[in-house]
């Protein structure tokens, strides 16, 4: 057997992954563990978690692959502020100490740390992208895209894979960056960069694309093969410690947003403008891919992959026939990659392709919790429960969603990814015109503009959604069927901004974005059966085979991993139940929880 360890850290999301004879045998990102979300250090736990997983320890390993070249992104940085000097020089007296003690050194801190003593492989940062997109997609071939903030010195480039080969064909090179674009679009909104840039686009349908104009003529020199400069006048992550600067606040009228302030219309316009152009980009990106290349197929990873409105515009484009898009396109993905391009590539193993069958099989790679560990667990801290047999415990629970009770969903492994596919997930009633805002301030604490998405049979997933195709990573919105669609009245159709948020739109109110969209899933059997089934026991006692799915965390922090987690996140919110394998809690009969009773004051919202 051949063992590969694959890690990614030092810029967000760090995480590792265990490949044994070119198969996944674990993957998680470290914030799992840390509790810290986009935990950026280096994975100790992800990696333990891995190890124990494949039953091994470091001496076990053949391989060790890093996800980029840190002495290539050290060029970078000492380039970039040198080209900027002396107005860099408080962000290189920040940044130096850490790279010259610790993130220089990547190949000691792997012996040290994992006590690896044998071959490491560096590849490129958008080498590991792209690998982390071919080379589990269901494509003997196709065309490749990544986009991101920047790995090295690259932000975006595309080639085409091919078997076990992948090849780069070309490139655009930091400081241009439709990822720092973004960024720097989330930093001025008064959101987190690296974090919420989702956000953004949540709330781009409740503004008007009116500095679409703007930020062609000012901020972005687009051509018609989607390369791009942008006028870093405007910016200021090359040299300072922000995203933006004066010129930008005098471009759209004063300051940035302050965090947690009131989001004005002006934060909405300037989402969807800047939603539109990213589409845009996306758009004309790929279109020139697939002259260039001529292959039917593409495949998709870097953190812009995760705007799954872009995807889904690629995707009803019609250019290619089919899309395939990372579930872990950030950062994390790269550990996955790495340790799949030194499989296929490195050591030039073949690759095998089912037909209409991606080799991520759910991306259910994490920690796995069996009723023995869960019941002893509760046993111990004293907490009223019940099991259940697995058809009762489906029946009860499709009954208390069909009654618009929300409950925590802990079964299986977690899912590796940033998305919740139905392991560690928040579910409810789609049917339900208050689901959306009862999750957003009682359960997720969290923006109540944000969107929910639907979970959705696969088999009856064109009856809801006009998509044509399976979604299972979540990766992709598509438009709710007119028939299922609710007309606004006069008074409502004149309404702007978040007052939009509360009018019901469909027969499934709860995941119907307020332009008519969802970000769909979809669940078979065969990828996880429990949840299918439960989806489908909710089916027939309602009708309805969509449910609503968020992730099993609030604001602020990572989903949860062990039932432990998802135990403390029940109890510190609205939840009414909690379904741990087969053991069912009702919030009403738990005692109060020890801890901080100011806790929530964290996560109080206007």
Same mark, same amino acid.
């Given at each position: 057997?051949?063992?590969?360890?694959?890690?990614?850290?030092?810029?967000?999301?760090?995480?590792?992954?265990?490949?044994?004879?070119?198969?996944?045998?674990?993957?998680?990102?470290?914030?799992?563990?840390?509790?810290?979300?986009?935990?950026?250090?280096?994975?100790?736990?992800?990696?333990?978690?891995?190890?124990?997983?494949?039953?091994?320890?470091?001496?076990?390993?053949?391989?060790?692959?890093?996800?980029?070249?840190?002495?290539?992104?050290?060029?970078?940085?000492?380039?970039?502020?040198?080209?900027?000097?002396?107005?860099?020089?408080?962000?290189?007296?920040?940044?130096?100490?850490?790279?010259?003690?610790?993130?220089?050194?990547?190949?000691?801190?792997?012996?040290?740390?994992?006590?690896?003593?044998?071959?490491?492989?560096?590849?490129?940062?958008?080498?590991?992208?792209?690998?982390?997109?071919?080379?589990?997609?269901?494509?003997?071939?196709?065309?490749?895209?990544?986009?991101?903030?920047?790995?090295?010195?690259?932000? +975006?480039?595309?080639?085409?894979?091919?078997?076990?080969?992948?090849?780069?064909?070309?490139?655009?090179?930091?400081?241009?960056?439709?990822?720092?674009?973004?960024?720097?679009?989330?930093?001025?909104?008064?959101?987190?960069?690296?974090?919420?840039?989702?956000?953004?686009?949540?709330?781009?349908? %409740?503004?008007?694309?009116?500095?679409?104009?703007?930020?062609?003529?000012?901020?972005?020199?687009?051509?018609?093969?989607?390369?791009?400069?942008?006028?870093?006048?405007?910016?200021?992550?090359?040299?300072?410690?922000?995203?933006?600067?004066?010129?930008?606040?005098?471009?759209?009228?004063?300051?940035?947003?302050?965090?947690?302030?009131?989001?004005?219309?002006?934060?909405?316009?300037?989402?969807?403008?800047?939603?539109?152009?990213?589409?845009?980009?996306?758009?004309?990106?790929?279109?020139?891919?697939?002259?260039?290349?001529?292959?039917?197929?593409?495949?998709?990873?870097?953190?812009?992959?995760?705007?799954?409105?872009?995807?889904?515009?690629?995707?009803?484009?019609?250019?290619?026939?089919?899309?395939?898009?990372?579930?872990?396109?950030?950062?994390?993905?790269?550990?996955?990659?790495?340790?799949?391009?030194?499989?296929?590539?490195?050591?030039?193993?073949?690759?095998?392709?089912?037909?209409?069958?991606?080799?991520?099989?759910?991306?259910?790679?994490?920690?796995?919790?069996?009723?023995?560990?869960?019941?002893?667990?509760?046993?111990?801290?004293?907490?009223?429960?019940?099991?259940?047999?697995?058809?009762?415990?489906?029946?009860?629970?499709?009954?208390?969603?069909?009654?618009?009770?929300?409950?925590?969903?802990?079964?299986?492994?977690?899912?590796?990814?940033?998305?919740?596919?139905?392991?560690?997930?928040?579910?409810?009633?789609?049917?339900?015109?208050?689901?959306?805002?009862?999750?957003?301030?009682?359960?997720?604490?969290?923006?109540?503009?944000?969107?929910?998405?639907?979970?959705?049979?696969?088999?009856?997933?064109?009856?809801?959604?006009?998509?044509?195709?399976?979604?299972? %990573?979540?990766?992709?919105?598509?438009?709710?069927?007119?028939?299922?669609?609710?007309?606004?009245?006069?008074?409502?159709?004149?309404?702007?901004?978040?007052?939009?948020?509360?009018?019901?739109?469909?027969?499934?109110?709860?995941?119907?974005?307020?332009?008519?969209?969802?970000?769909?899933?979809?669940?078979?059997?065969?990828?996880?059966?429990?949840?299918?089934?439960?989806?489908?026991?909710?089916?027939?006692? +309602?009708?309805?085979?969509?449910?609503?799915?968020?992730?099993?965390?609030?604001?602020?922090?990572?989903?949860?991993?062990?039932?432990?987690?998802?135990? +403390?996140?029940?109890?510190?919110?609205?939840?009414?139940?909690?379904?741990?394998?087969?053991?069912?809690?009702?919030?009403?009969?738990?005692?109060?929880?020890?801890?901080?009773?100011?806790?929530?004051?964290?996560?109080?919202?206007?």
């Amino acid at each position: 057997m051949t063992r590969i360890l694959g890690i990614s850290a030092y810029y967000h999301d760090s995480a590792a992954c265990l490949l044994v004879d070119g198969e996944v045998t674990a993957a998680a990102q470290e914030e799992r563990f840390s509790r810290k979300k986009h935990d950026p250090r280096f994975p100790h736990g992800a990696i333990n978690y891995c190890l124990k997983e494949g039953g091994i320890t470091a001496e076990g390993l053949d391989f060790v692959a890093f996800y980029d070249k840190p002495f290539l992104k050290f060029e970078r940085l000492l380039e970039t502020y040198l080209a900027y000097v002396p107005r860099g020089l408080v962000s290189f007296l920040t940044s130096m100490p850490v790279w010259l003690k610790q993130k220089l050194w990547i190949s000691e801190q792997i012996r040290k740390e994992v006590g690896f003593k044998g071959k490491m492989v560096f590849p490129e940062h958008h080498e590991s992208h792209a690998a982390s997109a071919f080379y589990p997609s269901p494509f003997k071939r196709a065309a490749f895209v990544t986009m991101d903030g920047v790995g090295e010195w690259t932000t +975006t480039s595309y080639g085409v894979g091919s078997d076990n080969e992948i090849r780069i064909l070309s490139e655009i090179h930091f400081p241009h960056s439709l990822g720092m674009l973004y960024s720097a679009f989330t930093y001025y909104t008064g959101f987190k960069v690296n974090s919420a840039e989702y956000k953004v686009m949540g709330l781009a349908p %409740y503004g008007e694309p009116k500095y679409v104009q703007t930020i062609l003529d000012e901020l972005l020199d687009l051509k018609e093969d989607g390369s791009f400069r942008m006028n870093m006048k405007y910016f200021n992550y090359c040299a300072g410690l922000t995203m933006t600067n004066g010129h930008f606040d005098r471009l759209f009228g004063g300051a940035p947003r302050k965090p947690e302030s009131l989001v004005t219309q002006r934060e909405m316009d300037l989402a969807r403008s800047l939603q539109e152009v990213t589409e845009e980009v996306m758009l004309r990106v790929v279109r020139h891919v697939k002259k260039e290349t001529g292959e039917r197929f593409l495949c998709l990873a870097g953190g812009v992959a995760l705007n799954c409105v872009g995807n889904g515009k690629i995707l009803r484009s019609g250019i290619y026939d089919d899309i395939w898009i990372q579930p872990g396109a950030g950062d994390a993905g790269g550990a996955l990659g790495a340790a799949l391009l030194t499989w296929h590539q490195y050591l030039g193993k073949e690759r095998q392709v089912e037909e209409n069958k991606d080799k991520q099989r759910g991306s259910f790679y994490g920690p796995h919790f069996s009723n023995e560990e869960i019941e002893m667990f509760l046993q111990e801290r004293n907490i009223p429960h019940r099991k259940l047999e697995d058809d009762e415990l489906l029946d009860t629970v499709a009954e208390l969603l069909a009654s618009e009770k929300v409950v925590g969903w802990f079964q299986g492994r977690m899912e590796f990814g940033p998305r919740a596919l139905g392991a560690r997930s928040i579910i409810g009633d789609a049917r339900s015109s208050k689901m959306q805002s009862v999750m957003n301030l009682k359960i997720k604490y969290r923006e109540s503009f944000r969107p929910f998405a639907p979970t959705v049979l696969e088999e009856e997933v064109s009856d809801y959604f006009e998509i044509d195709r399976k979604s299972p %990573y979540m990766l992709l919105v598509a438009p709710v069927r007119k028939d299922i669609r609710r007309e606004m009245e006069a008074t409502e159709r004149k309404l702007f901004g978040i007052d939009k948020l509360n009018v019901v739109r469909s027969t499934i109110p709860a995941v119907t974005h307020v332009d008519y969209s969802a970000r769909v899933q979809t669940v078979n059997r065969q990828d996880n059966p429990r949840y299918h089934d439960l989806i489908e026991k909710f089916r027939e006692k +309602t009708g309805c085979p969509v449910i609503i799915n968020t992730s099993f965390n609030v604001r602020g922090e990572p989903i949860v991993c062990s039932p432990e987690d998802a135990y +403390t996140c029940f109890m510190r919110t609205q939840m009414d139940y909690l379904v741990l394998e087969n053991f069912l809690l009702d919030k009403k009969e738990q005692p109060e929880l020890e801890e901080d009773k100011d806790w929530r004051k964290e996560f109080e919202l206007d």
